[in-house]
């Protein structure tokens, strides 16, 4: 069974850095793309950002383009969310979440992912 495990959440000031890791694991030959997403006070997940996982072709939310850099190392089976410039609105549970498909593509919509992380808590103070 395909697992994605985030790691990298924190304390941080605002339009300060962090960098988000997930390590996935399982058939990752199966993956299609990796996102992140983000949920705050028990809303919705919202979307952040996705790699396609061989082309490293990749989509942002407005709200994060420009100040996130999504990225991927195959060879470790990771992605990456560099998130600069951090802001207050920020603060949220980021979740990194696993695509299962046919074809390499990636989806901005929680239902476009098949296996989810446990979550990491990014809090920025103003």
């Known amino acids: 069974v395909p697992v994605v495990t985030e790691s990298g959440g924190g304390l941080v000031q605002a339009g300060g850095s962090l960098r988000l890791s997930c390590v996935a694991s399982g058939r990752t030959s199966r993956y299609s793309a990796m996102g992140w997403f983000r949920q705050n006070s028990g809303k919705e997940h919202l979307f952040v950002a996705a790699?396609?996982?061989?082309?490293?072709?990749?989509v942002y939310a407005d709200s994060v383009r420009g100040r996130f850099t999504i990225s991927r190392d195959n060879a470790k089976n990771t992605v990456y969310l560099q998130m600069n410039s951090l802001k207050p609105e920020d603060t949220a549970v980021y979740y990194c979440?696993?695509?299962?498909?046919?074809?390499?593509?990636?989806?901005?919509?929680?239902?476009?992912?098949?296996?989810w992380g446990q979550g990491t808590q990014v809090t920025v103070s103003s």
């Open positions: 979440a696993a695509r299962i498909s046919s074809t390499v593509d990636v989806s901005t919509t929680p239902r476009g992912y098949d296996y």
């Open positions: 790699i396609t996982w061989n082309g490293g072709a990749t």
